[in-house]
C-alpha cells in the first residue's frame, strides 16, 4: 500500500536551501521510504488512489532528531540540584539503579519512546543505565517501532554509586555483546557510552578507545566541559592531561564519530583539537540553565579558522522539555544572550538534516528525500490559542517557524510518523 500525506511541505537541506510547498504531498511507498515529494497537484497518477492523511495547512516536515538524551532519567525533569555532580549523586544514579531489573527498564521503554514520538522526536541519540538489561530492553522497543535509534549502555567505574557502577572488563565485554546483537538490526546502531571522565577511570577509558576502533560504524557518546565543579575534578583526576578534552584525546575517543555533550567551558586549544578530529559538540541548552552549568558559545564553537561540529539535544532529565522546539527556543535564547541571533531555519536544520549527519544517518532520515525513510512530525502553528494568535501576524515561513520554538510544545504535534506509520496522533480537543 501507499500513502499520500498532505500539508505545507518543509525540509531542510544542509547547504541552506528550505524546500517549502504551501500546498505539498509527501508519497510513501509500502517499504516505509519516501517516493516522491512535490505540489499536492501534480500527485503521480498511480498514486492518486492511495489513503490519504490531508493535513490542510499543518506543516509536514522531517521528524525531529534529539542528539542527546538520558532514558533512565526520563521521570527526573525538575529535580533540583545544586549544580551538575549534587545531581547526579542525589537523584540520577539512584533512579538509574533501577533499570538493572529488565522487566521494569522494558516498561519504561515503551513510555519513553511514545513520549519522544508525541513530542515529534522519531529519532535519539540515548543514554541508558550501567546495566545491559536497560539497553536490551530499549532497543527492543525501537525495534518494535522500527525506530532509527542509537543507544549503549553506560559505562562507569568510579565516583558513582555501587548498584550503579561496572568494571572496565565487564563493562567492554557487555558492550560487544549489545554491539553484536543489536548493531544494524533493522535501523538500530550501537554507541560506546563512557559517561564522562569523573566517572570513568583510565583502563575504561583505554578500554571504549580500542572499542571505538573495532566496532565497525559504532558512534561513542559522553560528556565533555560541562560545569566549573566538573572541569576541576577532572583536573585532579587525570594530572597529567593537558585539559578535560586532552583526557579523551588520549584514548582515542576523539573522532568523527564522537558526540560530547554540553561543551560549554572550552578552551582555545580544546577547540582546535576537536576541529582537527571532526568531532561534535551536541548543544543541551535547557539542562546547561536549568543546572546552572552556563552558557555554551556557537560562536566560539565555530571560528572559521577552527569550526566544530554542533548538534542539538534535550538531555533530558537535566534538560527541562522531551520537546525539540522547546530546546530550540532555548538554544535561540541562550545564543541570543551570547551575541548570535540563529534563525529558526537554522535551528530546524540542526534538529532536522544537522542532527542525522552528526549521527551519520543521513542517508536515511533528516530530510524528506525521495528514497528516505517516512520520518515526519506533523506540527500545527495554531495549536494553541497562543498560538494561533501569533499565527494571524506570520507573514513569511520564517515567522511561523520562529513561533513554534518560542511557542510551541508537544501540543503542536498533530501527528508523528516512523517510517511511514503513523505511531502518534493529536487527540481531538
Given at each position: 500500500m501507499t500513502l499520500v500525506i498532505?500539508?505545507?511541505?518543509?525540509?531542510?537541506?544542509?547547504?541552506?536551501?528550505?524546500?517549502?510547498?504551501?500546498?505539498g504531498a509527501v508519497l510513501v511507498g509500502g517499504n516505509g521510504h519516501i517516493e516522491w515529494v512535490g505540489p499536492a497537484n501534480a500527485i503521480p497518477a498511480h498514486a492518486m488512489s492511495a489513503t490519504m492523511h490531508d493535513y490542510g495547512d499543518k506543516l509536514v516536515m522531517p521528524g525531529l532528531i534529539d542528539a542527546h538524551i538520558h532514558f533512565p532519567q526520563y521521570r527526573m525533569l525538575a529535580a533540583p540540584g545544586r549544580d551538575l555532580l549534587d545531581w547526579l549523586?542525589?537523584?540520577?544514579?539512584?533512579?538509574?539503579?533501577?533499570?538493572s531489573d529488565h522487566a521494569y527498564a522494558a516498561v519504561k521503554a515503551e513510555i519513553f519512546l511514545d513520549r519522544l514520538l508525541a513530542h515529534g522526536t522519531t529519532t535519539a541519540l540515548t543514554f541508558c543505565s550501567v546495566h545491559k538489561a536497560c539497553a536490551d530492553a530499549l532497543f527492543a522497543a525501537a525495534e518494535r517501532r522500527n525506530m532509527a535509534l542509537i543507544t549503549g549502555k553506560t559505562m562507569m567505574?568510579?565516583?558513582?554509586?555501587?548498584?550503579?557502577?561496572?568494571?572496565?572488563?565487564?563493562?567492554?565485554?557487555?558492550s560487544e555483546e549489545l554491539y553484536k546483537s543489536w548493531h544494524s538490526k533493522g535501523r538500530l546502531r550501537y554507541a560506546v557510552t563512557p559517561r564522562f571522565a569523573v566517572t570513568s577511570s583510565e583502563e575504561q577509558l583505554r578500554l571504549s578507545g580500542e572499542l571505538l576502533k573495532s566496532l565497525d560504524g559504532a558512534l561513542i557518546q559522553t560528556h565533555i566541559s560541562?560545569?566549573?565543579?566538573?572541569?576541576?575534578?577532572?583536573?585532579?583526576?587525570?594530572?597529567?592531561?593537558?585539559?578535560?578534552?586532552?583526557?579523551?584525546?588520549?584514548?582515542?575517543l576523539l573522532s568523527e564519530r564522537s558526540l560530547l555533550a554540553h561543551g560549554i567551558h572550552l578552551s582555545e586549544r580544546e577547540c582546535q583539537r576537536l576541529s582537527e578530529t571532526g568531532s561534535t559538540v551536541v548543544h543541551c541548552a535547557t539542562s546547561n540553565t536549568f543546572l546552572g552549568s552556563g552558557l555554551m558559545s556557537m560562536t566560539h564553537l565555530q571560528k572559521a579558522e577552527r569550526p566544530i561540529h554542533i548538534g542539538v539535544g534535550t538531555d533530558v532529565g537535566g534538560g527541562t522539555s522531551y520537546s525539540?522546539?522547546?530546546?530550540?527556543?532555548?538554544?535561540?535564547?541562550?545564543?541570543?544572550?551570547?551575541?548570535?541571533?540563529?534563525?529558526?531555519?537554522?535551528?530546524?536544520?540542526?534538529?532536522?538534516?544537522?542532527?542525522a549527519q552528526r549521527l551519520h544517518i543521513e542517508d536515511e532520515t533528516g530530510s524528506l528525500s525521495v528514497g528516505k525513510f517516512a520520518d515526519?512530525?506533523?506540527?500545527d502553528p495554531e495549536a494553541t490559542p497562543v498560538l494561533k494568535s501569533r499565527h494571524e501576524l506570520s507573514q513569511s515561513l520564517e515567522d511561523i517557524l520562529f513561533s513554534l520554538i518560542i511557542l510551541g510544545d508537544d501540543r503542536a504535534i498533530a501527528a508523528t510518523y516512523v517510517a511511514g506509520n503513523r505511531l502518534h496522533q493529536k487527540e481531538a480537543a
Amino acid at each position: 500500500m501507499t500513502l499520500v500525506i498532505r500539508g505545507q511541505v518543509i525540509s531542510f537541506a544542509s547547504d541552506g536551501a528550505v524546500l517549502h510547498e504551501p500546498k505539498g504531498a509527501v508519497l510513501v511507498g509500502g517499504n516505509g521510504h519516501i517516493e516522491w515529494v512535490g505540489p499536492a497537484n501534480a500527485i503521480p497518477a498511480h498514486a492518486m488512489s492511495a489513503t490519504m492523511h490531508d493535513y490542510g495547512d499543518k506543516l509536514v516536515m522531517p521528524g525531529l532528531i534529539d542528539a542527546h538524551i538520558h532514558f533512565p532519567q526520563y521521570r527526573m525533569l525538575a529535580a533540583p540540584g545544586r549544580d551538575l555532580l549534587d545531581w547526579l549523586s542525589r537523584f540520577t544514579f539512584p533512579e538509574e539503579a533501577r533499570y538493572s531489573d529488565h522487566a521494569y527498564a522494558a516498561v519504561k521503554a515503551e513510555i519513553f519512546l511514545d513520549r519522544l514520538l508525541a513530542h515529534g522526536t522519531t529519532t535519539a541519540l540515548t543514554f541508558c543505565s550501567v546495566h545491559k538489561a536497560c539497553a536490551d530492553a530499549l532497543f527492543a522497543a525501537a525495534e518494535r517501532r522500527n525506530m532509527a535509534l542509537i543507544t549503549g549502555k553506560t559505562m562507569m567505574d568510579r565516583n558513582a554509586i555501587p548498584a550503579v557502577q561496572d568494571d572496565p572488563e565487564t563493562g567492554a565485554r557487555e558492550s560487544e555483546e549489545l554491539y553484536k546483537s543489536w548493531h544494524s538490526k533493522g535501523r538500530l546502531r550501537y554507541a560506546v557510552t563512557p559517561r564522562f571522565a569523573v566517572t570513568s577511570s583510565e583502563e575504561q577509558l583505554r578500554l571504549s578507545g580500542e572499542l571505538l576502533k573495532s566496532l565497525d560504524g559504532a558512534l561513542i557518546q559522553t560528556h565533555i566541559s560541562e560545569s566549573a565543579r566538573e572541569i576541576a575534578m577532572v583536573k585532579t583526576l587525570f594530572p597529567n592531561a593537558k585539559d578535560y578534552t586532552d583526557v579523551y584525546d588520549q584514548f582515542g575517543l576523539l573522532s568523527e564519530r564522537s558526540l560530547l555533550a554540553h561543551g560549554i567551558h572550552l578552551s582555545e586549544r580544546e577547540c582546535q583539537r576537536l576541529s582537527e578530529t571532526g568531532s561534535t559538540v551536541v548543544h543541551c541548552a535547557t539542562s546547561n540553565t536549568f543546572l546552572g552549568s552556563g552558557l555554551m558559545s556557537m560562536t566560539h564553537l565555530q571560528k572559521a579558522e577552527r569550526p566544530i561540529h554542533i548538534g542539538v539535544g534535550t538531555d533530558v532529565g537535566g534538560g527541562t522539555s522531551y520537546s525539540m522546539l522547546a530546546t530550540l527556543g532555548e538554544t535561540y535564547k541562550v545564543q541570543m544572550l551570547g551575541g548570535y541571533k540563529p534563525t529558526a531555519a537554522e535551528l530546524f536544520r540542526m534538529a532536522t538534516i544537522g542532527n542525522a549527519q552528526r549521527l551519520h544517518i543521513e542517508d536515511e532520515t533528516g530530510s524528506l528525500s525521495v528514497g528516505k525513510f517516512a520520518d515526519i512530525a506533523v506540527i500545527d502553528p495554531e495549536a494553541t490559542p497562543v498560538l494561533k494568535s501569533r499565527h494571524e501576524l506570520s507573514q513569511s515561513l520564517e515567522d511561523i517557524l520562529f513561533s513554534l520554538i518560542i511557542l510551541g510544545d508537544d501540543r503542536a504535534i498533530a501527528a508523528t510518523y516512523v517510517a511511514g506509520n503513523r505511531l502518534h496522533q493529536k487527540e481531538a480537543a
